[in-house]
């Protein structure tokens, strides 16, 4: 995925964090960019500029996250 930071010009985005966050800080936040795209920054670290990922990226990255979550996920191999 090319990313970049969050481009600055034009409105503030609107972040939503994940609700299955709950009170735990350890995560992360999404917002959609003036432009269509997607940008991901850290919850507890908001100051920082956000990583952008163009709108085909994004739903690419949603589509295997969707598909991983019905598949069992393989344990992990030990050397």
Known sequence: ?????TKTSGPSPRWHKSSYSGSNSNCVEVAETADGDRAVRDSKDTTRPGIHAGAPAWAAFVHDLKA???QPIPAA???
């Open 77 to 79: 191999r030990t050397p």
């Open 1 to 5: 995925m090319n990313t970049q930071t």
């Open 68 to 70: 991983a979550a019905v």
